[in-house]
């Protein structure tokens, strides 16, 4: 898989972008404020499990917050979850880690320990944390770590990588017999930045030939030059993650290309209001500078 570069540097961002080539992409816009940004992931679930502790009955049922459970009886007991998909810029600094258990208690005083993996599953937190739940057939949240909580080590923005971080929860109790039920996992990372990365929220592309014809419900942005049929794509990107205070030096926009011909990349900025399912060329193709 092909990678495109494309950089700028400008007081206000561009909002959007034009190409042309012919490649069919995935876009994600880099920017560049002056200062660094406190950043958090927002509260992501995880959708795998299993991999090195699997002692839990119906640990999928903790991917969301419902009316099902993940569910152990037995002290001692262990389970993972994997597979967060967060994305965080390269070169972030991590500043805490916030993990929520959303469950209930229908027996004795029950609960969890909690660690997290960077590696894999090859080595654990050493936190101390964990929770017993109220007795109650209402499920309750307990909040483990939070912003500034670094669980006890120094943590890179790899090490939140899908299959590289993961939740262990180990079951304690004071007996055995009675379910634990765990409903739902969720975990938010904060960190600072110098970057802000977003993916495209609206794309389609532009087809010369066909005026009038919107394609934004294909799959691929494809781009093409060729004399009264150019294909041209284009891209929308939602800033407003960033302070209206900040000044943006450089964006840098980053193309995973799956199919290729010889060409060069020209990216402009539109310069009209359009939306994914109205923009076509009649409407759109001369409106960029």
Known sequence: MNIFTASTSTNRPPGVVVLWAAISCLALLVLSPASLLAKETGFKSPSNKDDDYNQWTDPA???????????????????????????????????????????????????????????GGTSYTSSGKGAIWPIS????????????????????????????FRIRLTRKGAVDSHDFHVNHIEANVSYDSDTYVTQSVQDSYLKEASPTTNFGLNAELLTKTKPTDD????????????PGSESVTGATLQLWVTKEAPSSVSIHRITAPWTEMGVDWSNTAANYD
Do not use: C
């Open 231 to 242: 294909l041209r794509a284009v891209m929308q990107f939602d800033l407003s993650s960033i």
């Open 61 to 119: 049922r903790a991917y969301a917050s419902d009316t099902e459970f993940a569910r152990e009886n037995r002290n001692g007991d262990a389970q993972d979850w994997y597979d967060f998909h967060f994305q965080i810029p390269a070169g972030a600094t991590i500043k805490g880690i916030q993990i929520n258990v959303e469950g209930n208690n229908q027996g004795e005083a029950n609960g969890v320990d909690i660690d997290l993996s960077w590696d």
């Open 137 to 164: 057939m209402v499920d309750s949240i307990e909040i483990f770590g939070g912003p500034a909580d670094g669980w006890g080590r120094t943590w890179s923005p790899s090490e939140f990588e899908n299959g590289n």
